[in-house]
């Protein structure tokens, strides 16, 4: 079996001035929407996402949205951990529609989120990576992602300098006692949960 091991995943995020100063002046804070993940497609980094485990990975982020636990980063941390000190946005909903994974984030008033708010009104663009745990199997000059991965966060990155060359990190390895770390109980019951709902929906067809 392969090892697993801190997967993250680079998509580029349009961020309209005008739209981004009304919703300050309206809401008082930045909101950001669009293509967070995508499944079924070749990543710069040789890897693909099947669409039914992306689909299985924002069910169970649900329940963090719901919870306004669906914190991100300010750039990629080696841990597989959220630190509260770097927590810059969070993501208030995220829905697959065909292979894509839409989301709306809200950029926060703390430290970390300071930074991305000044560089996205200095029109600095910037990317939404994805971060979760996990294995990959060959598949001809593609890795695909297999069953036991587990979506942590959407983190706000830099574009890289070079094509691919930010995904290509993999990161350290992931012992499972690791996850517990930031998945808790009730997060692993969720998860099981959501996983006999699948198993019932797949009898009924």
Known sequence: MSEMKVLREWLPITCDKEVIKENKEKLGKIM??????????????????????????IENYQKLIREN??????????????????????????????????????????????????LIESGITLGISSRGVGSTASNGDSQVVQDDFQLICFDMVSEPSTPGAFMLREGKS????DLNNFFNRTDRIDRIFNDILSWEKDETK
Not at 80 to 88: D, F, G, H, Q, R
Not at 96 to 104: F, I, L, R
């Open 174 to 177: 992931v012992k499972p006692k």
């Open 69 to 118: 636990r669906a914190l991100g980063e300010c750039d990629h941390p080696d841990s597989s951990v959220i630190e509260l000190k770097n927590a810059s946005h969070i993501v208030r909903e995220a829905y697959m529609q065909g292979d894509d994974v839409y989301g709306t984030i809200e950029v926060l008033d703390t430290p970390s989120g300071k930074i991305i708010q000044s």
């Open 32 to 57: 950001l929407k669009g293509i967070i993940q995508r499944s079924n497609t070749l990543n710069q980094n040789g890897r693909v996402y099947p669409r039914s485990i992306l689909q299985r990975e």
